[in-house]
C-alpha cells in the first residue's frame, strides 16, 4: 500500500500545543506510508487540492488525515479522496484536536499522543479495503398502520404527493378516538364536521385502498422493499356488494351487542354499521352475539339484504401488499381506572370515563346529544370532573402526563354548562397543563365564564348517598378537605399505549418504551422517524398527543416517506456485516442478537444452514460479529483484524520473537 | 503520585462508541476540559461491537488500563448494542482476578455525547487509578535469563501444580 | 387442633371483653387452639408510635419474642390495631440495623422472623369454608347486616397484605355463609373517629354519626365489626351521637364473632352479647321470628 | 459389579433395538490396555458387544455430535455428558430429533491422573483391572494393586450436582437423591490467592503449555470447527508463537466463547497432556455467570445462553454505580 498522512494545523488550535513537524517526521516512518505532510487548515479549499494533487502526485491508495474529529469532517475528507478517484473507505482519521490539542497542556505528551493516534489510523487503513454501497430500487407504496386522524393525514399527504397508499384499520371504520369526540377544543368545533371530510377523502382518494377490519400480520423486508401480509377479518358480509344502505341493521333481532363506538354506553345491533359518517359505511356482523353464527338460527339480515352480501361461512382472508415505507400511527387506549379502587372498581353506573362522557354529549350518541346519567338517564345537575385518573401517578406505573386531559376537562366542563344551563361542574386536578396557542385562556373560560369550580387536589373516595355519589377530596389550597354531591362523576382516565403496540413493534422492530410507546430515533432531531429505516411514527403510538399534534406528525411522517421515496434508487452503506459462508457453522447465534432482523438463515448448495445479511437492513452495529466465536460475520470497515491491528499499535506485544505481520 | 510519575505515561486503550462516548469525548475537548494524556480511544461504532477480548488482548500486550464507554442503557443508537455490551463487560470484568490480572485495570462505562464533563471526569478518575496501580506486570518474561529461569523451573517442577499434586 | 399463638391486647380486657370472649369461644368451636403469649405488653397503641418508632417496635417486638420462644411463627389478634403495629414491628424488624436497636431495649431479643395475622384471616384461610357452613346450626336468615370494616383493618395495604384495603370483602362472605343479606354499604372502611371520642367527642358523633346514616338509609338491622374501637364509637356512643345530631339511632353494632358464634349455637353467655350498649334484642327477636315461620 | 452387567446388558438391549434407525450409536470399549477406555462408534451388532460402561469410560460424547449433524445418532451419556447435549440443542447447533440419548445414572468416572499417582510406579502397560464394588484392582507386571474407587474418581465427580442424564430417552440405572454442588477445595484455595501469585501461576503454567489444543479439541461446546480464530491467520487474534503469553491468549479465547455455555464437563483438563488445571478457569467463569444471571449452562432445554440475551435493568449488574 501507498499511505500519505496528512497533519492539520488547524490554525493554532492543534498545533498551538502539538508539534506537527514532528508528528509528520515519525509519521513518516509509519509502515507503508510514502507521503507525510502538514497543512494549515486541511479541511479548507487548497487544503482538500492538496491531498487530491498528493494521491495523484505520490500514486497514494490511501490516506490518513490527523485533525478534528470525524464526526465533523470524515465525510469531508471521503468525498476529497473520492474526487481524487479513491474508494472512500480507504480513508482514515485520527482526531488530534478534540482528543488531543484541546484537552491537554503538555507540548511533548501531545505530540507523542498524536503520533500514537496516526500510527493507528495507518495501522486500521492498512486493513481497510474499499467498499461500495449498493443501489436498490423502491416501492413507491406506502403502508399506514392505524386509520385515526394522525394516520388519516399521513395518508393524504402521501397520496397527494403521489404515492400510492395502503391504510389499515382494526376497527370497523377509520376516524379513531376523534370520530367519538363531540367538540374540539378551544375552538368547540365539532369533531365529526372537521374529520368527517377528511375521512370521506381517504374512502374516495384512487391512490388510497382502505383495509378496515384488519390487522397488520407480518412485515419482512427493508427500507424500500418492505413485504407486509394484512389478516382481513371475517366480517360476514361481502363488502364488494354492501352499500351501507343499513335496511340490516334495522331489522337485526339481536340488539344486545355491545357497542365499542359508543364506549359500551348501551348497545347495538349484531350487524352494524358503528355510526352514521363510518368509512367504510358497509356493515358488519359480530360473530359474538349474532343468533345465525352462535346457534344457526335467524338468518334474517340475509333475507332483507336487498344485494345479498349477507356471507355467514365467510373466513379471515391474508393479503400481501409490497411497499417502500411504513407510517406506524396506532394511536392510544385509555388507561384502565378500575385499577382505583376509591373510585368504586365499577360498582357505580354514574362513574364513567370522559370518551363515555363524550358520547353523552354528541349528537349521534346513545343519547342523542341529552347529558342524561346511565344509572337512571336522569339529567344531571352536579357534575364533578377527576383529572389525572392514570396520569401522574407511580403508583399504578403511570409516571407520565397525558397531555390533552386538562384542555377536554374544561372543554367538557363548558359544554356540560352549555346544555345544562343550571348545572354546575366541579373538577378536582393537580396541575393544570395548558401549553398551547389559546390553551390557557380556553380553560380560564371554563373556570370564569362558565363558573366550573376548580378544586386542586385529589379525590380519595367516590361513595354512594341517596341517588348520588360523595366525591370526598382534598382541597389542598385552602388546606381543607372537601366533600362534593355529585350527579355524575367523569373520569379524566390517562392514555396508554395501544395494546397490540408492543406486539406490532416486534413485528416491525420498532422497540417500544417501558410503557409501550414507540421510540423515536433521537427526541430533538428525530422525532418521526425510527432506528428502522424506513418505517415512520405519527400521533400518539410515540406518546400521549392532542389532535393538532397528531395531525402535524402525520404531515412530517409523510414528509419522510415522501422525501424518501422520491429518490429512484437508494444507497445503502456498505459498512455493514458480511458473513464468510465457509466459517459460518449455521449456530444462527447472530440472527437471534440482531436488533434489526438484518440476518437470515438461508440453506446453501450443500443443504447446511449458512447466515446471509440483508446489506439494506444492516445498521452496521456490530454485535453480531461479537456473537460469532469464529469471527465468521465480520463488520465492514471494523473488523476484528482492523481493530486488533489498532489495539497492537496502541501496545505492541512485548517480547514475542515473531511479529504480527 | 510523585512529580517524576505524573509525568510519565501510562498505556491506557479507550474503546469508544461512535454515537455517544466518542462524541463526549468530542464535546469534553470543544469546551477544553482538561484531561491527562494517556489514553489513546478506539473508535467503535456501538458498545455491542466489542469483543471483550480485544480487552484481553490489550491488557496482556501490556496495556495498564483499559477503559470502555458507550451510550447509557436504553440510550444506544442501536437499540440494544449496549445491553449486550454490559453483559459481557461485566463477564470479563468478574472473570478477570482469576488470572491475576487486576480487575481494576479495566473498567466500562456509560457517557452520553453531551457529557463533555462526566468524560472528564471518567478520564481523570482512571488514569488516576491506574497510575495508583502503576505500569501492569508483563505475562511474557522480559529478559533472556527470565526466560531461561522459567523453563529450568518448569523442568523441575515436573507435573505438579496447585491443583494436582 | 391447629395451635395459633393468640395476644388479647388491652381492650380485649377491658373495652371488648366480650369480642375476646366470644373470639376465644369461636376459635374453640372452628377447631383453632388459641395459646395465649403469657406476660404479653402492650402494642403501644398509637401513642408510642408517635413518639419513638424503635420504642414502639420493641414493644410490640417483644411480643414477637414471647410467640417465638413458645417456638411458633404466627401470632394473631383480634384487634386490627394490635395488628397493625405488630406487623409494622416485623416488618421494620427485617431491616438489621432497626432489628439491632430494637432489641437492645429487650430482655430477650426477637430473633426469628414472626408473622402477625387478624383472627379473621386465620379463620378465613385456615379453617374450611365447608366446615363452618356444615356447623351453623341457628342461620342469621332474614338479617340486613351492614359490614363496617374501619379505616386502619387493611392499610396499608401493602404492610397488611389482606384482602381489598379499600372494598374489603371477606367479613361480607362471612356473614354472607352464615344466611344473612349483606347490604353493600359504602363507608366500609371510613373513619369512625378512632380515639378522638375523648378530646374531641363532636369529630367522633359526626363521623360515627355518618356511618351510623349511611346504614339506616340502607335499612339494616345491624352493624358488624371487627374492631373495639369502632364498635365503642358506633355502639356506646350512639346516644352521644343521637343527642349532638338530633337523631334516633338505635342500631345494634355487633362483633363478628359474636353473630358467627350465634350461628354455631355457642352459649349466648360466651358471646358477651349483654356488654352491647345498643340492646341487640330485636335482632334476635327477628331471627326467632324468620326462623319460626320457615 | 453385577448391577453394573445387568446395566450393561439392559442398555446393549436398548441400542440393538434402535440401531437399524440410527446412523451410529456413541459410547466406549476398551482402549489400549484394559485400564483405558476409548469412545466406540456402533453400527453395527459385533460393534455393540465391545460396549462398556464402567467407570473407566469417560469421554463425552457429545463432543462428537456436532460432526454428526443431519444424520441421526445415538448417544451413550452420563449426567454431565447430558448437560453438554441440552447446552447444544438450546444453541440449536443439534437436533432433537437427530439424537437419540441413552442415559446413565453415573456413580462417577474415575481420574487417569489419580490412578497414576495413587500406582507405586508409573503403569506402563496394565494387563488386567478388575471392578469390585468399591475398589478396582490393577494388574501390572504381575502384580496385583487396589485402588479405592472413591479416593480416584474425578473431581467434577466427587462434587458433581447432577449424575442422573437430565434428558433423556432411555434411562438406565436408579436415580440419585438430589445433590448439591460444591466447587473442590483447590478451586477456593486457588482463588484466595493474590493478583501476584495467580499470575505467576499461569505465567508458569503457560510456559508448560505446548499448544496442542487437545482441550479445543474435546471440548462439546468448542463447535467452530476448522474455524477456530486461534489458529486462523484471516483474524490474527494471537500469534502461532509458543510463548506463556500467546498460550494464555487462547484460554482466553477459549473461556470467553464458553461464557455461559461451559457445563463442566472436565473434557479439556483431562486432555491435557501436560496437566493444566484448565476447569480453575471454567468453574471461576461459571460461577460468575451464576451469580449475574442465576444461569447454569445445560440444566434446562430452551434457556437461552445468557450473553445472547439481556434485560433491560439487570438485577445483579451494578455497573452504573462507578
Keep these: 500500500m501507498r499511505i500519505g498522512v496528512f497533519i492539520c494545523h488547524c490554525g493554532s488550535n492543534i498545533a498551538g500545543t502539538v508539534d506537527c513537524e514532528s508528528v509528520v517526521e515519525i509519521a513518516a516512518g509509519f509502515p507503508e506510508v510514502v507521503y507525510a505532510t502538514d497543512s494549515m487548515y486541511t479541511c479548507s479549499e487548497p487544503g482538500q487540492e492538496g491531498i487530491i494533487t498528493a494521491i495523484h502526485e505520490h500514486n497514494l491508495d490511501g490516506v490518513v488525515v490527523a485533525s478534528c474529529s470525524p464526526r465533523m469532517h470524515e465525510p469531508t475528507f471521503r468525498r476529497a479522496v473520492e474526487r481524487a478517484g479513491l474508494n472512500r473507505y480507504m480513508f482514515e482519521m485520527a482526531n488530534i484536536r478534540e482528543h488531543v490539542s484541546w484537552i491537554g497542556k503538555d507540548k511533548a505528551h501531545n505530540t507523542n499522543k498524536a503520533a500514537d493516534l496516526v500510527l493507528m489510523a495507518v495501522e486500521k487503513l492498512r486493513r481497510n479495503r474499499p467498499l461500495v454501497a449498493k443501489s436498490f430500487t423502491t416501492v413507491k407504496k406506502v403502508l399506514v398502520i392505524g386509520g385515526g386522524v394522525a394516520g388519516i393525514q399521513a395518508a393524504l399527504d402521501c397520496a397527494d404527493g403521489g404515492l400510492d397508499v395502503v391504510m389499515v384499520e382494526r376497527d370497523q371504520s377509520i376516524g379513531g378516538k376523534m370520530a367519538k369526540l363531540d367538540k374540539t377544543f378551544p375552538t368547540i368545533d365539532c369533531s365529526s364536521c372537521v374529520l368527517g371530510p377528511k375521512m370521506v377523502d381517504i374512502a374516495q382518494h384512487e391512490k388510497i385502498s382502505l383495509y378496515a377490519c384488519s390487522e397488520v400480520e407480518s412485515v419482512s423486508g427493508y427500507v424500500g422493499n418492505f413485504s407486509v401480509t394484512i389478516r382481513r377479518r371475517a366480517t360476514y358480509v361481502d363488502w364488494t356488494k354492501c352499500t351501507g344502505c343499513g335496511v340490516c341493521t334495522e331489522k337485526c333481532p339481536s340488539k344486545r351487542s355491545p357497542d365499542p363506538f359508543n364506549e359500551f354506553l348501551g348497545t347495538t345491533t349484531s350487524i352494524n354499521i358503528p355510526f352514521p359518517q363510518a368509512i367504510p359505511k358497509k356493515a358488519a356482523i359480530n360473530p359474538d352475539t349474532c343468533m345465525k353464527l352462535q346457534k344457526g338460527k335467524c338468518g334474517i339480515c340475509a333475507k332483507v339484504c336487498p344485494v345479498g352480501c349477507i356471507d355467514y361461512e365467510q373466513q379471515d382472508e391474508l393479503v400481501t401488499v409490497e411497499v417502500g415505507a411504513i407510517v406506524v400511527a396506532t394511536g392510544y387506549d385509555l388507561f384502565d381506572w378500575h385499577k382505583y379502587p376509591q373510585y368504586g372498581e365499577g360498582r357505580y353506573p354514574d362513574v364513567i370515563t370522559s370518551l363515555q362522557y363524550e358520547r353523552l354529549l354528541s349528537a349521534s350518541g346513545p343519547t342523542g346529544g341529552h347529558i342524561k346519567r346511565p344509572s337512571d338517564g336522569k339529567e344531571p345537575k352536579n357534575v364533578v370532573f377527576i383529572q389525572c385518573v392514570g396520569s401522574r401517578d407511580r403508583s399504578v406505573d403511570r409516571p407520565y402526563c397525558s397531555g390533552f386531559c386538562c384542555m377536554y376537562t374544561a372543554k367538557q366542563a363548558i359544554l356540560t354548562k352549555d346544555h345544562i344551563p343550571d348545572s354546575q361542574s366541579f373538577v378536582f386536578y393537580m396541575d393544570i397543563r395548558a401549553p398551547g396557542k389559546g390553551y390557557d385562556e380556553f380553560t380560564r373560560r371554563a373556570m370564569e365564564e362558565y363558573g366550573a369550580q376548580y378544586v386542586r387536589g385529589r379525590v380519595a373516595m367516590i361513595y354512594p348517598h341517596g341517588d348520588q355519589l360523595i366525591v370526598r377530596g382534598a382541597d389542598t389550597l385552602a388546606g381543607t378537605q372537601v366533600e362534593v354531591p355529585a350527579d355524575l362523576v367523569v373520569l379524566a382516565t390517562g392514555v396508554e399505549a395501544s395494546q397490540g403496540a408492543v406486539k406490532l413493534g416486534e413485528t416491525l422492530r420498532v422497540v417500544p418504551d417501558q410503557f409501550g410507546f414507540f421510540v423515536e430515533s433521537h427526541p430533538k432531531l428525530k422525532p418521526v422517524e425510527t432506528n428502522t429505516a424506513g418505517v415512520y411514527l405519527a400521533g400518539a403510538c410515540q406518546g400521549p398527543k392532542d389532535i393538532p399534534t397528531s395531525v402535524g406528525q402525520g404531515s412530517a411522517a409523510a414528509a419522510k416517506a415522501l422525501g424518501l421515496l422520491s429518490k429512484e434508487q437508494l444507497e445503502s452503506d456498505p459498512a455493514v456485516s458480511k458473513v464468510n459462508v465457509n466459517r459460518c457453522v449455521g449456530c444462527q447465534k447472530c440472527i437471534d442478537t440482531c436488533p434489526f432482523g438484518a440476518i437470515k438463515a438461508v440453506t446453501d448448495r450443500m443443504g447446511r444452514l449458512k447466515a446471509e445479511v440483508i446489506e439494506t437492513v444492516c445498521q452496521g452495529c456490530g454485535i453480531c460479529t461479537v456473537t460469532c466465536p469464529q469471527g465468521a460475520i465480520q463488520l465492514e470497515h471494523f473488523t476484528d483484524n482492523q481493530i486488533l491491528a489498532e489495539v497492537n499499535a496502541l501496545c505492541p506485544p512485548k517480547m514475542n520473537n515473531v511479529s504480527f505481520e | 503520585m510523585s512529580a517524576q510519575d505524573e509525568q510519565r505515561e501510562l498505556r491506557i486503550v479507550g474503546f469508544l462508541c461512535n454515537w455517544c462516548s466518542y462524541g463526549g469525548a468530542d464535546t469534553a475537548g470543544v469546551a477544553r476540559f482538561i484531561q491527562p494524556t494517556d489514553l489513546r480511544i478506539i473508535r467503535v461504532p456501538c458498545s455491542g461491537r466489542i469483543d471483550p477480548l480485544f480487552i484481553v488482548r490489550a491488557l496482556l500486550n501490556g496495556a495498564d488500563g483499559v477503559l470502555v464507554s458507550g451510550c447509557h442503557p436504553r440510550d444506544c443508537h442501536y437499540a440494544e448494542g449496549n445491553f449486550y455490551a454490559r453483559r459481557r463487560l461485566e463477564m470479563l470484568k468478574r472473570f478477570l482476578p482469576i488470572t491475576g490480572i487486576d480487575e481494576r485495570r479495566f473498567e466500562y462505562t456509560w457517557v452520553s455525547a453531551s457529557e463533555g464533563q462526566r468524560w472528564q471526569h471518567v478520564v481523570t478518575e482512571f488514569t488516576r487509578r491506574i497510575h495508583e496501580l502503576g505500569p501492569a506486570p508483563f505475562f511474557n518474561p522480559v529478559s533472556e535469563e527470565e526466560w531461561a529461569k522459567l523453563a529450568l523451573d518448569g523442568a523441575a517442577r515436573g507435573a505438579s501444580c496447585a491443583c494436582h499434586g | 387442633m391447629a395451635k395459633i399463638a393468640y395476644y388479647p391486647g388491652c381492650s380485649g380486657q377491658s373495652t371488648s371483653v366480650e369480642y375476646d370472649l366470644s373470639t376465644r369461644a369461636v376459635c374453640r368451636e372452628l377447631g383453632l387452639e388459641l395459646v395465649d403469649l403469657e406476660d404479653w405488653s402492650c402494642c403501644g397503641s398509637t401513642p408510642a408510635h408517635t413518639v419513638n418508632h424503635v420504642l414502639s417496635a420493641a414493644l410490640s417486638a417483644r411480643n414477637l419474642a414471647l410467640t417465638e420462644q413458645l417456638g411458633m411463627d404466627l401470632v394473631t389478634t383480634p384487634c386490627p390495631s394490635c395488628l397493625?403495629?405488630?406487623?409494622?414491628?416485623?416488618?421494620?424488624?427485617?431491616?438489621?440495623?432497626?432489628?439491632?436497636?430494637?432489641?437492645?431495649?429487650?430482655?430477650?431479643?426477637?430473633?426469628?422472623?414472626?408473622?402477625?395475622?387478624?383472627?379473621?384471616?386465620?379463620?378465613?384461610?385456615?379453617?374450611?369454608?365447608?366446615?363452618?357452613?356444615?356447623?351453623?346450626?341457628?342461620?342469621?336468615?332474614?338479617?340486613?347486616?351492614?359490614?363496617?370494616?374501619?379505616?386502619?383493618?387493611?392499610?396499608?395495604?401493602?404492610?397488611?397484605?389482606?384482602?381489598?384495603?379499600?372494598?374489603?370483602?371477606?367479613?361480607?362472605?362471612?356473614?354472607?355463609?352464615?344466611?344473612?343479606?349483606?347490604?353493600?354499604?359504602?363507608?366500609?372502611?371510613?373513619?369512625?373517629g378512632a380515639s378522638f371520642g375523648v378530646p374531641r367527642v363532636d369529630i367522633v358523633t359526626k363521623l360515627a354519626?355518618?356511618?351510623?346514616?349511611?346504614?339506616?338509609?340502607?335499612?339494616?338491622?345491624?352493624?358488624?365489626?371487627?374492631?373495639?374501637?369502632?364498635?365503642?364509637?358506633?355502639?356506646?356512643?350512639?346516644?352521644?351521637?343521637?343527642?349532638?345530631?338530633?337523631?334516633?339511632?338505635?342500631?345494634?353494632?355487633?362483633?363478628?364473632?359474636?353473630?358467627?358464634?350465634?350461628?354455631?349455637?355457642?352459649?349466648?353467655?360466651?358471646?358477651?352479647?349483654?356488654?352491647?350498649?345498643?340492646?341487640?334484642?330485636?335482632?334476635?327477636?327477628?331471627?326467632?321470628?324468620?326462623?319460626?315461620?320457615? | 459389579m453385577s448391577g453394573e452387567v445387568s446395566q450393561l446388558e439392559e442398555l446393549k438391549a436398548a441400542i440393538r433395538g434402535q440401531l437399524d434407525s440410527l446412523d451410529c450409536v456413541i459410547g466406549w470399549e476398551q482402549g489400549y490396555d484394559p485400564l483405558h477406555a476409548t469412545p466406540l462408534f456402533i453400527r453395527s451388532e459385533a460393534d455393540l458387544e465391545r460396549l462398556t460402561i464402567s467407570p473407566l469410560a469417560v469421554h463425552?460424547?457429545?463432543?462428537?455430535?456436532?460432526?454428526?449433524?443431519?444424520?441421526?445418532?445415538?448417544?451413550?451419556?452420563r449426567g454431565c455428558h447430558s448437560r453438554s447435549v441440552i447446552e447444544l440443542l438450546n444453541e440449536k447447533l443439534i437436533e432433537r430429533d437427530e439424537v437419540v440419548l441413552f442415559g446413565l445414572c453415573c456413580d462417577g468416572v474415575v481420574s487417569q491422573r489419580k490412578i497414576r499417582a495413587a500406582l507405586p510406579a508409573d503403569p506402563g502397560f496394565v494387563e488386567a483391572v478388575e471392578l469390585g464394588k468399591d475398589e478396582l484392582h490393577i494388574t501390572v507386571a504381575g502384580e496385583q494393586a487396589t485402588l479405592k474407587l472413591q479416593e480416584v474418581l474425578a473431581d467434577k465427580c466427587l462434587h458433581c450436582a447432577y449424575p442422573d442424564p437430565l434428558v433423556a430417552d432411555v434411562l438406565i440405572g436408579e436415580k440419585h437423591a438430589p445433590r448439591q454442588a460444591a466447587s473442590p477445595a483447590c478451586q477456593d484455595a486457588f482463588e484466595a490467592l493474590g493478583n501476584e501469585e495467580k499470575l505467576a501461576f499461569w505465567q508458569d503454567t503457560m510456559s508448560r503449555c505446548i499448544r496442542c489444543y487437545a482441550c479445543r479439541n474435546v471440548c462439546p461446546m468448542c463447535v467452530c470447527q476448522d474455524h477456530c480464530i486461534a489458529t486462523s491467520r484471516d483474524h490474527l487474534w494471537m500469534s502461532q508463537e509458543n510463548t506463556p503469553v500467546e498460550n494464555f491468549m487462547f484460554q482466553m479465547i477459549h473461556v470467553s466463547h464458553l461464557t455461559g455455555r461451559c457445563t463442566e464437563c472436565g473434557e479439556c483438563e483431562r486432555a491435557c497432556p501436560v496437566d493444566i488445571p484448565l476447569m480453575l478457569l471454567r468453574r471461576y467463569m461459571n460461577k460468575q455467570v451464576r451469580e449475574v444471571f442465576g444461569h447454569q449452562a445445560g440444566i434446562a432445554l430452551d434457556k437461552t445462553p445468557p450473553l445472547l440475551t439481556f434485560q433491560v435493568e439487570e438485577a445483579r449488574i451494578k455497573e452504573r454505580d462507578w
Excluded at chain 3, 359490614?147 to 356473614?175: K, T
Design chain 3, 84 to 192: 397493625s403495629n405488630l406487623r409494622t414491628a416485623a416488618h421494620k424488624m427485617e431491616d438489621a440495623d432497626f432489628r439491632a436497636k430494637a432489641n437492645a431495649l429487650l430482655d430477650t431479643p426477637c430473633t426469628k422472623q414472626v408473622t402477625a395475622q387478624s383472627v379473621l384471616q386465620v379463620i378465613m384461610e385456615q379453617v374450611d369454608p365447608e366446615l363452618i357452613r356444615a356447623k351453623v346450626v341457628k342461620p342469621l336468615t332474614g338479617l340486613k347486616l351492614a359490614c363496617y370494616y374501619g379505616c386502619i383493618m387493611n392499610r396499608p395495604p401493602a404492610l397488611m397484605q389482606f384482602d381489598n384495603h379499600e372494598h374489603p370483602m371477606v367479613m361480607d362472605n362471612l356473614m354472607t355463609m352464615l344466611g344473612a343479606e349483606v347490604v353493600p354499604y359504602p363507608l366500609k372502611v371510613e373513619c369512625c
Design chain 4, 60 to 77: 463425552n460424547p457429545a463432543t462428537y455430535t456436532t460432526g454428526f449433524k443431519g444424520k441421526k445418532i445415538g448417544l451413550v451419556v
Design chain 3, 209 to 294: 354519626g355518618k356511618l351510623l346514616d349511611a346504614g339506616r338509609e340502607l335499612d339494616v338491622d345491624a352493624f358488624v365489626t371487627a374492631c373495639p374501637l369502632c364498635q365503642m364509637n358506633l355502639d356506646m356512643r350512639q346516644g352521644q351521637i343521637n343527642s349532638a345530631l338530633q337523631e334516633k339511632f338505635r342500631i345494634p353494632v355487633f362483633y363478628y364473632t359474636q353473630l358467627l358464634g350465634y350461628a354455631l349455637g355457642i352459649d349466648r353467655k360466651e358471646l358477651g352479647l349483654k356488654k352491647l350498649c345498643v340492646n341487640p334484642k330485636p335482632v334476635f327477636n327477628k331471627l326467632k321470628e324468620t326462623a319460626q315461620a320457615s
